[in-house]
């Protein structure tokens, strides 16, 4: 349950940040390289909260 929380909050901050960012620097490869890292890090996460206590399977 606490991965859970905190992962929510730290993907939150994480896509606030660098929501902010793409306001202020309008680069179509930045915006790209974020959209796919973005995407890459929510399926970590949800990969992680599959395998449970940081165990990988």
Known sequence: MTNLITGIIGLGLVMTFLGILLIWVKA??????????????????????RAGNGARR
């Open 28 to 49: 179509i490869p930045l915006i790209v390289i974020v959209v796919v890292v973005m995407i890459l890090a929510v399926i970590d996460f949800a990969q992680s909260l």
